[in-house]
């Protein structure tokens, strides 16, 4: 599976933005998808996980209640809204393929389980 992130931006506190992952390749509807992060000086952290139909989510401590993963496997595509943004969101946000339709949270919020990666986007808040 490829994979390629979009709609990173620049954003004020308390912005909203929507990020996409676009997959090539047949497979993308029977895996669980991902989102992850990194900011500057930090190792990469765990954002949200939908599984294979997307009825199952689960979110890092971080943005649970203010981030929302969705699919539409129609159009191959993940989704990333992230409200209510704070410069602590400041990262590259990746997207990654899962190498099972799902898992158990302690296994689908870790890199090991993810397969493929997107290139990133890049997302600034500033205060």
């Known amino acids: 599976v490829q994979l390629q992130a979009s709609g990173g931006g620049s954003v004020q506190a308390g912005d909203s933005l929507r990020l996409s992952c676009t997959a090539s390749g047949r497979h993308f509807r029977n895996l669980g998808m991902g989102w992850f992060r990194q900011a500057p000086g930090k190792e990469r952290e765990f954002v949200a996980a939908?599984?294979?139909?997307?009825?199952?989510?689960v979110y890092g401590d971080s943005v649970e209640g203010r981030f929302t993963i969705s699919r539409d496997n129609a159009k191959n595509t993940m989704f990333l809204q992230m409200n209510s943004l704070e410069p602590e969101d400041t990262a590259q946000y990746y997207c990654?393929?899962?190498?099972?339709?799902?898992?158990?949270?302690?296994?689908?919020?870790?890199?090991?389980?993810?397969?493929?990666w997107g290139q990133g986007t890049l997302v600034t808040v500033s205060s």
């Open positions: 990654a393929a899962g190498t099972a339709p799902w898992s158990s949270r302690a296994v689908v919020s870790t890199e090991s389980f993810f397969g493929s």
């Open positions: 939908i599984s294979w139909t997307g009825a199952e989510t």
